[in-house]
């Protein structure tokens, strides 16, 4: 206000939108208490304000210094969680993670950093942040932060991770106890299984075997198109209006219009798959922002691909990734296909993408979308209606 700069009403009339809603909850559902981190100290204090005078305005007064206490409201606050840096964690930051299953697979939860933490030399995604690139300096008191773990059984893990930094023996056991807590412990050894999968071929190959296993646990499953299709676009909407909150720096490289980024793997027409259509490709698979930010980033060589039938002698099911051919325009996403149903693309070093490949008939029968697919059938349509 100083700088003569003004605030948003947005951002003015915040506090009185979240101090109503306090009253709501209150009114509703007799909630007494809101936990937050330090930052929210005044909204909680708005909020039991506006209990109170709502209290009085709905003639519901408090008798005695008993009744004060057991029917009033309360906040608590805790210290803001940051990185080592003083980084702070939350959505404003981008970097803010899903704890339910149904917005997040577990397979990604393992992966994702729970903070906003120093990436990767090269890592073109600012928003690609896992719990295995977990900085050394955080992960011990993360472990006590998001953990049961007792104390000496930390301090046992960390002095082996001292030992060996490489073999990240502490984010691993972070990832695994986030998602147990969340998920399950199923649900968390099927992730740690799946990451090992995925990456323990080492970071020049992707295995093959697990590939098939995620396909055909695609292809197996038979769920009513009616229902999936109810769910998705209730889980669509409502990431759209996360997301929509969130400024669009922090934002830029999601996948906020598709309705099946929940999963490790997107399914993708076929049709759109075609010579010169890798850019294209990328931005659907939510590993760009857009086309030619695809395009860019093939240029700028940071656009990898699992080329089929690579694997050596004596490892057959290791494939090996090759950066996506400069010469875009000559290029045909269709070669690189594996098994015929699946195309597997890389942005920077560890952002990886599984693309289930089907026909545009089953596609648009189980309702899915992805980015730039309806602006792809426009001008499709508008090709052909000028070529007649």
Same mark, same amino acid.
């Given at each position: 206000?100083?700088?003569?700069?003004?605030?948003?009403?947005?951002?003015?009339?915040?506090?009185?939108?979240?101090?109503?809603?306090?009253?709501?909850?209150?009114?509703?559902?007799?909630?007494?208490?809101?936990?937050?981190?330090?930052?929210?100290?005044?909204?909680?204090?708005? +909020?039991?304000?506006?209990?109170?005078?709502?209290?009085?305005?709905? +003639?519901?007064?408090?008798?005695?210094?008993?009744?004060?206490?057991?029917?009033?409201?309360?906040?608590?606050?805790?210290?803001?969680?940051?990185?080592?840096?003083?980084?702070?964690?939350?959505?404003?930051?981008?970097?803010?993670?899903?704890? &339910?299953?149904?917005?997040?697979?577990?397979?990604?939860?393992?992966?994702?950093?729970?903070?906003?933490?120093?990436?990767?030399?090269?890592?073109?995604?600012?928003?690609?942040?896992?719990?295995?690139?977990?900085?050394?300096?955080?992960?011990?008191?993360?472990?006590?932060?998001?953990?049961?773990?007792?104390?000496?059984?930390?301090?046992?893990?960390?002095?082996?991770?001292?030992?060996?930094?490489?073999?990240?023996?502490?984010?691993?056991?972070?990832?695994?106890?986030?998602?147990?807590?969340?998920?399950?412990?199923?649900?968390?050894?099927?992730?740690?299984?799946?990451?090992?999968?995925?990456?323990?071929?080492?970071?020049?190959?992707?295995?093959?075997? +697990?590939?098939?296993?995620?396909?055909?646990?695609?292809?197996?499953?038979?769920?009513?198109?009616?229902?999936?299709? &109810?769910?998705?676009?209730?889980?669509?909407?409502?990431?759209?209006?996360?997301?929509?909150?969130?400024?669009?720096?922090?934002?830029?490289?999601?996948?906020?219009?598709?309705?099946?980024?929940?999963?490790?793997?997107?399914?993708?027409?076929?049709?759109?798959?075609?010579?010169?259509?890798?850019?294209?490709?990328?931005?659907?698979?939510?590993?760009?922002?857009?086309?030619?930010?695809?395009?860019?980033?093939?240029?700028?060589?940071?656009?990898?691909?699992?080329?089929?039938?690579?694997?050596?002698?004596?490892?057959?099911?290791?494939?090996?990734?090759?950066?996506?051919?400069?010469?875009?325009?000559?290029?045909?996403?269709?070669?690189?296909?594996? &098994?015929?149903?699946?195309?597997?693309?890389?942005?920077?070093?560890?952002?990886?993408?599984?693309?289930?490949?089907?026909?545009?008939?089953?596609?648009?029968?189980?309702?899915?979308?992805?980015?730039?697919?309806?602006?792809?059938?426009?001008?499709?349509?508008?090709?052909?209606?000028?070529?007649?």
């Amino acid at each position: 206000m100083e700088n003569g700069e003004g605030m948003a009403f947005s951002e003015f009339s915040y506090p009185l939108f979240q101090a109503y809603d306090w009253w709501h909850m209150y009114n509703n559902h007799g909630v007494q208490l809101q936990l937050g981190g330090s930052d929210q100290y005044g909204n909680l204090c708005a +909020g039991m304000d506006a209990v109170s005078h709502m209290r009085k305005l709905h +003639g519901i007064q408090q008798e005695t210094a008993q009744d004060s206490i057991l029917n009033g409201t309360f906040g608590l606050t805790t210290p803001l969680l940051t990185t080592a840096s003083g980084e702070k964690f939350g959505k404003s930051a981008g970097n803010a993670v899903w704890l &339910d299953k149904d917005m997040m697979s577990s397979f990604d939860l393992y992966q994702v950093r729970l903070l906003r933490l120093i990436n990767d030399p090269g890592e073109t995604n600012s928003s690609a942040q896992y719990f295995l690139k977990t900085a050394d300096n955080d992960v011990e008191r993360y472990l006590k932060l998001f953990t049961f773990l007792p104390m000496q059984h930390i301090d046992l893990i960390m002095e082996d991770q001292r030992k060996d930094e490489s073999r990240r023996k502490a984010q691993h056991l972070l990832a695994k106890e986030v998602v147990e807590l969340a998920h399950g412990a199923e649900d968390a050894n099927k992730a740690e299984a799946a990451h090992k999968e995925a990456f323990n071929q080492g970071t020049h190959t992707f295995s093959l075997s +697990g590939l098939r296993r995620s396909i055909a646990e695609i292809n197996s499953t038979k769920q009513d198109v009616k229902e999936r299709e &109810d769910q998705e676009t209730k889980l669509f909407e409502y990431k759209k209006a996360y997301a929509s909150s969130i400024p669009q720096s922090a934002t830029e490289t999601t996948t906020a219009s598709s309705k099946q980024d929940s999963s490790n793997i997107v399914t993708l027409p076929i049709s759109l798959l075609s010579n010169g259509s890798f850019p294209r490709v990328l931005h659907a698979a939510g590993l760009a922002s857009s086309s030619s930010e695809g395009r860019r980033l093939i240029t700028k060589r940071g656009a990898y691909v699992v080329l089929p039938n690579s694997g050596r002698p004596e490892n057959p099911y290791g494939l090996s990734w090759e950066q996506i051919p400069e010469a875009i325009n000559t290029t045909d996403p269709n070669e690189y296909l594996i &098994d015929w149903e699946a195309l597997v693309l890389r942005s920077g070093k560890s952002k990886i993408q599984v693309c289930h490949i089907i026909t545009e008939e089953a596609f648009e029968a189980q309702g899915l979308t992805c980015p730039g697919w309806e602006e792809f059938k426009l001008r499709r349509a508008t090709a052909e209606e000028e070529t007649r």
